[in-house]
Each structure stands twice: as structure tokens, then as C-alpha cells.
């Protein structure tokens, strides 16, 4: 196999592992078992969870076959070609794909480094009818025109780093690199690192300098996710950089400039932060200048079709009227995100061509409340904890069917199924 010509590292920026930073110089397997490259203390991990190796001029992350599954950047994947500032969850462990080469740029989505002047691949751009999709749509595209921070609010899983990507793919700068920062997997000790960069020397260990995030980002578009959860020392660097447009590496003299366009997003009531002491009011004045509001699922069930259409249309299932009846009866707490993993379950779980409510998973909002859990489960698998929801809705509602299965957020229909799959005792109705 060619050699990377590249380094790249693996950091582990939360969570316990057996080391904190692992070179992918050579093929290497992360997972629970004492024998891997790097060892995850977490048990929500396959003991062999994922394997990473160089292919020429890319690394690519391959699951193999975990339980719980392998997320990048948000989304559940099974291979991928990584790219620089790339977050990798694995269960509560996260972890951050750094890659420097000589001369080039690594841009999120571009499957490997580009040179100046070359222009990455677009994401998919957001796609929806409702009125309330469509105003924030708008208000995307009159963004992309300025230069101005932009401020994307909206709860888990509305699309903030798709709309992100758009404005980004929309602007004067779309030829330049996306990076993205996801400011809540970051130590505030690591925090003006990650953003500024270092000197050689900066630190024990620090044996050669190192591009921040900001740098990399020049002619571009830096994207920070969930700015509510940086502390108050990170939001006074950050604003510092805002107001003037110079920051310093860790460990340097000079200051520097970086011509980079910031897109920012959260899920947090900023304004209560502020009346908190919890966050600074001036960064919020430096960060709403352009603010876009995102609405969540519930608000615009009639684009559910066109996720389906988009997610399904290569697997060759097809949805009918009932499914998509099934999925529009939801309450989605998790948003386009929780919808995307569970079409992809059901498509998992669905031999033939025709999908049906049964491959789909309990409701999110459903689970908890039905097994009257206060505190954070152990993770388990999905088919634990849709038994032990049913039994529990079974017992609240004293075995009847129709009932529970109105507790559960399905159909009478599904739940019989899933009593049968489960092997629980036949409920009366």
C-alpha cells in the first residue's frame, strides 16, 4: 500500500481512551478490545469498532460492523473518505481527524486535498415546501451575498451545518475551504489551539508548528456549531478575533490575519446565556448580525416525503401512503437527524421492497417516558430498549393493546407485530 503523503492523527478531544493522540501512519483499528491501536473505555464501542488506514492521498474510516454505530460529523456512516477538522463519535467518545500536507487545503466533502484555487464538491443542499423552510431558505441565499457573521439557531438535528454548507456553497467564497468546529468537543484548555494554532516549542511536545483552524480557513468558511457551549474564556478569544481580525498562535510573538467568513450555530437560548452570565453579550452583538432561524420537524411534517424520496431513492424501498403516515404521526424530538437514522434502520431492517412502521424504531419521546427512566441509560441495544418500552407501556396500561400502543406513539397493528418479534406475552385488547 502507497504511503500517506500527509500526517494525520487521530485526537481524542472527550471521552477515556488508552492514549490521547494516535498517528495513521499505517492501518489501525479503534474499538473496546485491549489489542487495538487505540482503546475506548466506553461501552457503547465494539470491541473492533472502526479501522483507518492511508489510501494514497486520502485516509479512509471503514465501521465494522458495530452494535451502535459510527458517526461523522452527525451523520451514521459506513465507510468515508476523512477529511481535516472531520468529528468522529463513537458511542460518548469523540474524536477529530487532523491532516496537514505542504501546500494544499483539506475542505469537508472534497474526498481529499485540493489545491489553491480548486473548488470542493458541494453538499446536498437543504430541501424542503413548508413556509417556514422556505423563509429560512431565503434568508440563506441573502446571506450568501454578504459577508457578515451569520447566526443559525435551531434545536438538534434542524440541519444547521447543512444550511452552513449552503451558505457556504452559495458565496463568493464557495472555492475556498469549509471547515468545521464543533465547539462543544472541545477542552477549553485545547480550544485557542484548535483555533489558532502553535508555534514549535509552544508546549511539551509542540516539536513542530501547527496551522489553526482559522488559517485554514482563509478565503473560506469557518462554521462553528454549538458557539453556546464555549466557555467564557474561549468567547473572549473568539471575540477578540471577531473585532479585529488578528489572533496569534499559541506560543507566538506576531499577530496574523486571516481573511475567513464565520458562520455560527446553536441550539441554545443565547440570550438567556447572556441574562445568566453563562455567555458574553458582545460576542452575541458580533454573532447575530445575520440571524437565521431553522425550523424543527414537527412544524413542517409535509417535507417528510422529500427526505424519504432523497434518503430511499438508491435502495430501490419504496414508501407508501401508510409509512409515510407512520412517520408523520412522530414527534421527532431528534429532527431531520433522528429521521435520517431511523429510515436508515428500517431500510436495514426491511427484506423486501415495500417499507412498513414495523422497521421503524420506537419514537425517540416515547422511550423514556414509557419506561419512566429520570436518568441517563446505560447504552443499549435498540431492540433492549424497544422491549423494555413496550413491557413498560403493556404494564402502565394494564395489557391493553390499543392503549399502549397510543402510549407508544404506533399503530395497534405494529405493536402486535413487535409483541410477536419480541416474544412478550399475547396483551389482551
Known amino acids: 500500500m502507497a504511503s500517506s503523503p500527509f500526517v494525520a492523527r487521530l485526537l481524542v478531544v472527550q471521552g477515556d481512551a488508552s492514549i490521547r493522540e494516535l498517528t495513521l501512519d499505517r492501518p489501525r483499528v479503534v474499538g473496546r478490545g485491549d489489542g487495538n491501536d487505540l482503546v475506548l473505555f466506553d461501552s457503547a464501542a465494539s470491541r473492533r469498532h472502526v479501522q483507518i488506514e492511508p489510501d494514497g492521498t486520502r485516509i479512509l474510516l471503514r465501521d465494522l460492523g458495530s452494535t451502535n454505530g459510527t458517526f461523522v460529523n452527525g451523520r451514521r456512516i459506513q465507510s468515508v473518505a476523512l477529511q481535516d477538522g472531520d468529528e468522529v463519535a463513537i458511542g460518548g467518545i469523540r474524536l477529530r481527524f487532523r491532516a496537514s500536507t505542504p501546500g494544499a487545503t483539506f475542505v469537508v466533502g472534497s474526498g481529499g486535498p485540493a489545491t489553491s484555487g480548486s473548488r470542493p464538491q458541494p453538499a446536498e443542499p437543504p430541501i424542503g415546501r413548508s413556509v417556514q423552510f422556505l423563509k429560512a431558505r431565503a434568508l440563506a441565499e441573502r446571506a450568501a451575498q454578504s459577508t457578515l457573521p451569520v447566526l443559525l439557531r435551531g434545536e438538534t438535528g434542524t440541519g444547521k451545518e447543512v444550511f452552513a454548507h449552503f451558505i457556504h456553497s452559495r458565496s463568493a467564497r464557495a472555492a475556498g475551504p469549509f471547515i468545521a468546529l464543533h465547539a462543544a468537543a472541545i477542552a477549553p484548555g485545547l480550544f485557542e489551539g484548535e483555533l489558532f494554532g502553535h508555534e514549535r516549542g509552544a508546549f511539551t511536545g509542540a516539536d513542530r508548528g501547527r496551522e489553526g483552524l482559522i488559517a485554514r480557513a482563509a478565503s473560506g468558511t469557518l462554521f462553528l ?15 477578540r478575533v471577531l473585532e479585529s481580525g488578528e489572533y496569534r498562535p499559541v506560543g507566538g510573538a506576531a499577530a496574523r490575519r486571516s481573511d475567513f467568513r464565520l458562520v455560527a450555530a446553536t441550539n441554545r437560548d443565547l440570550e438567556a446565556a ?33 427526505f424519504v424520496t432523497r434518503w430511499t431513492s438508491a435502495s430501490g424501498k419504496r414508501a407508501d401512503a401508510s409509512f409515510l403516515e407512520a412517520l408523520r404521526r412522530r ?23 415495500d417499507l412498513a412502521e414495523e422497521h421503524l424504531p420506537l419514537p425517540c419521546a416515547t422511550l423514556a417516558a414509557s419506561t419512566g427512566e429520570t436518568e441517563r441509560p446505560q447504552p443499549v441495544s435498540i431492540e433492549e430498549a424497544e ?42 385488547g
Open 274 to 306: 447572556v441574562r445568566a452570565g453563562q455567555f458574553r453579550s458582545d460576542l452575541l452583538f458580533r454573532l447575530n448580525a445575520f440571524e437565521i432561524a431553522l425550523p424543527p420537524l414537527r412544524d413542517r411534517l409535509d417535507d417528510i416525503p422529500l
Open 225 to 239: 456549531d454549538e458557539v453556546g457551549e464555549l466557555p467564557l474564556e474561549s468567547q473572549v478569544k473568539l471575540l
Open 387 to 428: 422491549r423494555a418500552a413496550i413491557e413498560a407501556a403493556l404494564a402502565r396500561t394494564g395489557g391493553v393493546r390499543s392503549a399502549a400502543a397510543r402510549l407508544l406513539g404506533i399503530s395497534e397493528p405494529t405493536l402486535r407485530k413487535k409483541v410477536r418479534l419480541y416474544g412478550l406475552d399475547e396483551a389482551k
Open 331 to 353: 414527534p421527532w424530538p431528534g429532527n431531520v437527524r433522528e429521521l435520517l437514522h431511523a429510515l436508515e434502520r428500517a431500510m436495514l431492517l426491511c427484506e423486501g421492497e
